[in-house]
């Protein structure tokens, strides 16, 4: 969901500078390096969330492997 609301912000962004450049008004200084910066920040963002979601679902079956072996233990008493 993040990511489809970050790939139409991207989209609307670039359709936004390109409608700018073909007007012939060009862009302002500093736009563009603004603009990449913007992006790989975003990918950053993307990149972060899909590692701290698969550290999640990771650290989630730890504890479920944990919590079978504490009944296994508690069984054998």
Known sequence: MIEVQQLETRLSRHLAN???RESGLGSPAGTEELQQ???KLEQRTVDSTTTLEER???LEAARGAN???TR??????
């Open 67 to 69: 919590r079978q072996l």
């Open 18 to 20: 390109q409608a700018w």
């Open 72 to 77: 296994a233990l508690n069984q054998r008493e």
């Open 37 to 39: 910066t913007i992006t």
């Open 56 to 58: 999640e679902a990771e």
